[in-house]
């Protein structure tokens, strides 16, 4: 029964597949799997909308918007609707083809992204063997985009905001790549469909990777690359509305908008998605006797969650300044990241025991203390005070 | 020939074509993106994934990246109003016409073209990384080596200099 329930979706297409010719099949799986994604994720960009909203109001003390529907659910139908209806203008000035494609080449690679991370037992759109490889391909193209757009629109907030950027994604790109290689290591595979299988739970005992030394410091490092890959608060600075506007969407307007603000959403799943399969067990059940509970329902309630500790950290931390975000991407994040490769390397070569807990737990804190501190070193920090008028 | 050769193909030359030819040296650049991205297609639909990911990770994400920059920020973007068709252009593309043609008719008459094509050899990327890291690990060492030292290189050229007493 719980079978039948975890493979309904599987069982369905291939139900549907079926009423075709034979000729056919291919092309109407292909076509049923790349409808399913992009509805899927679409729906959970609005609901992510209202949701990011919401949290954001609650912790600024304000109420977010309550006004379309029951509780405000219908807010992002109201948006998508105001986009949609919205005037298109496009700067004379600006170069109008590539103006026009910069919303394109965002939207296409992240989507193509999300092809390869299984969510779902046998429910990896795409299952190859350099999987990993691929999300990491397709990822990079979405820096070209935000060039074009910084670039065509003639503005020089927009240009300023698609330098910062691309700074911004190359510098954390590294310790990004770096910090699933560990995975890649200690998997043998660059498939992350096996990556996920080599996290199946064992009784009691969770397989997720996070639950070792390396995977949790590797877990961290890929979260915060993340977060500054696809340009969500603390490292917002290509957008930093209180410096340069908007950044590199500064001159788009209508539904160019919505789409830049659906790309970033959908590259946040991918890299979330990413983040589950290499080092949250992927689609499996933390314990072998919550496996009834169907695979896509484990993806995606850890996918929410993540979305919720994103939504949490953005209400929270303030803004990095641009040597801040440079200096901790290439003093912190990267050695970080080499002395993790080695960490999982002297796991792999250790038995299993204590003994290998104690050494890895030594590498990972280690370096994150003198890392850490080096961080601080020759900056005058004190406490700031505040004066108030009397 | 199958089709989606035949398209890949079109894209590429025409992505190589607009580079050589658009007056705007950024729309060249992102032209040779689209050239780069047809490679890396080609390289896929020979069943070299490894490769064909990898020229987009590099070429597209980085090389692209690099080209676009190194364009923005040392000339401006105004574009010249020179003449495209120049003597010397004429004379380039006629030296180039009569290259191309000699070459076609010596491969084509020599006796290598005769020969069966030996079987391609199933390379996955397991295999890559194995090679890699038993039979090739020497040169493997010495890339890294050399991109350890151009990045410390990098480094020691981006840091500011110290006043001297």
């Known amino acids: ?135 990491f391909a397709v990822g990079a193209a979405t820096e070209l985009s935000v060039f074009m757009a910084g670039w065509s629109s003639r503005n020089k907030y927009s240009l300023l905001g698609a330098m910062r950027a691309i700074a911004q994604m190359i510098s954390y790109e590294v310790p990004l790549i770096l910090s699933a290689v560990t995975v890649v290591m200690m998997v043998g595979s660059l498939s992350p469909v096996k990556i996920v299988a080599a996290q199946a739970p064992d009784g009691w005992m969770p397989g997720w990777h996070l639950f070792t030394p390396w995977g949790f410091a590797g877990f961290l490092l890929f979260l915060t690359a993340a977060t500054a890959e696809s340009n969500r608060s603390p490292f917002d600075l290509p957008e930093g509305e209180s410096e340069i506007i908007a950044g590199y969407y500064i001159e788009y307007s209508g539904f160019k908008f919505a789409l830049f603000f659906l790309g970033e959403y959908i590259g946040l799943f991918a890299v979330s998605g990413l983040a589950i399969t290499l080092f949250l067990g992927g689609w499996h059940a933390p314990f072998a006797f919550l496996e009834w509970v169907p695979s896509y329902a484990w993806f995606f309630g850890k996918l929410l969650g993540l979305i919720a500790l994103f939504i949490w950290i953005r209400g929270t931390l303030p803004r990095l300044r641009m040597d801040q975000l440079m200096n901790f991407a ?61 | 020939m199958t089709a989606s050769f035949a398209i890949i193909g079109l894209l590429t030359i025409a992505g190589a074509t ?56 040392t000339r401006s973007s105004e574009t010249p109003g020179a003449s495209r068709l120049t003597r010397a252009g004429i004379w380039g593309v006629a030296i180039a016409v009569v290259v191309f043609g000699l070459l076609t008719a010596m491969i084509s008459s020599s006796p290598a073209v005769r020969h069966p094509a030996p079987p391609i050899p199933a390379a996955t990327v397991r295999d890559i990384g194995n090679q890699l890291m038993t039979k090739y690990i020497l040169p493997l060492e010495i890339i890294g080596l050399l991109l350890t030292a151009a990045l410390i290189g990098a480094v020691i050229i981006a840091m500011p200099e110290k006043e001297a007493e």
């Open chain 2, 18 to 73: 607009a580079a050589m030819s658009l007056r705007n040296l950024v729309h060249c650049a992102l032209a040779l993106t689209v050239a780069f991205a047809g490679l890396a297609a080609l390289y896929l639909q020979l069943d070299a994934q490894f490769v064909g990911f990898a020229q987009i990770l590099v070429y597209v994400g980085a090389v692209a990246i690099l080209i676009v920059f190194a364009v923005l920020l």
């Open chain 1, 330 to 390: 290439w003093k912190f994040m990267l050695p970080m990241s080499l002395v993790n490769l080695v960490t999982a390397g002297v796991w792999h070569f250790m038995g299993a025991g204590v003994a290998r807990w104690l050494v890895c737990g030594v590498l990972v804190a280690g370096p994150y203390f003198v890392l850490g501190r080096s961080l601080f070193e020759g900056q005058k920090l004190s406490k700031r005070t505040y004066r108030y008028a009397d």
């Open chain 1, 1 to 135: 029964m719980s079978n039948a329930l975890d493979q309904i979706f599987v069982t369905l297409k291939h139900a549907i597949v079926a009423w075709f010719p034979a000729s056919w099949q291919g092309l109407v799986s292909a076509l049923i799997t790349v409808a399913a994604i992009i509805a899927v994720f679409a729906g959970l960009f609005a609901l992510t909308t209202i949701l990011e909203r919401k949290g954001l109001g609650r912790i600024q003390n304000r109420l977010g918007p309550n006004r379309v529907g029951p509780f405000g659910l219908l807010q992002p139908v109201a948006d998508g609707l105001k986009a949609m209806t919205k005037e298109d203008i496009v700067p004379r000035a600006a170069d109008h083809i590539v103006h026009f494609l910069a919303p394109l080449a965002l939207v296409v690679p992240v989507f193509l992204a999300l092809a390869v991370v299984p969510i779902g037992r046998n429910m990896a759109a795409i299952d190859i063997d350099a999987g990993l490889l691929f999300f």
